[in-house]
């Protein structure tokens, strides 16, 4: 099953930052064993752009559309057999400690 992997920032971050395991060990051992099958990090929320369709018009802005405190980061897609398996891999990633790790399944048709 596949699984997207959102990384966020977070306004409690773990207050023992230096628990936190090494992010490259966390992708090459992903990668090695197929749970992990692209990732990347975002530009900053300034870089955003807002599209949306309003009354036929096109409406565009700049920067993120919702002001917050948390911002997502980056993205990891997964493959894995069930949603434990996706929490386990969550858990090891540094952001676990340092920020918010949502899961979401992929609907496949």
């Known amino acids: 099953m596949k699984y997207m992997m959102l990384v966020c920032t977070d ?3 773990d207050r023992n930052p230096d628990a936190a395991p090494d992010i ?3 992708v090459a051992e992903r990668d090695a064993n197929g749970q992990r099958l692209t990732g990347s990090r975002f530009a900053p929320p300034s870089a955003a752009t807002t599209v949306r369709v309003r009354d036929g018009e096109l409406l565009l802005t700049d920067g993120p559309f919702a002001e917050t405190k948390e911002v997502i980061v ?5 493959e894995c057999a069930d949603l434990d398996e996706a929490v386990e891999v969550a858990r090891a990633h540094p952001m676990a400690y340092a920020g918010r790790i949502e899961l979401r399944p992929l609907v496949e048709d």
Request: charged share 25%; net charge negative; no cysteine.
């Open 11 to 13: 306004t409690q971050p």
């Open 74 to 78: 980056g993205f990891d897609l997964l």
């Open 24 to 26: 490259e060990k966390w």
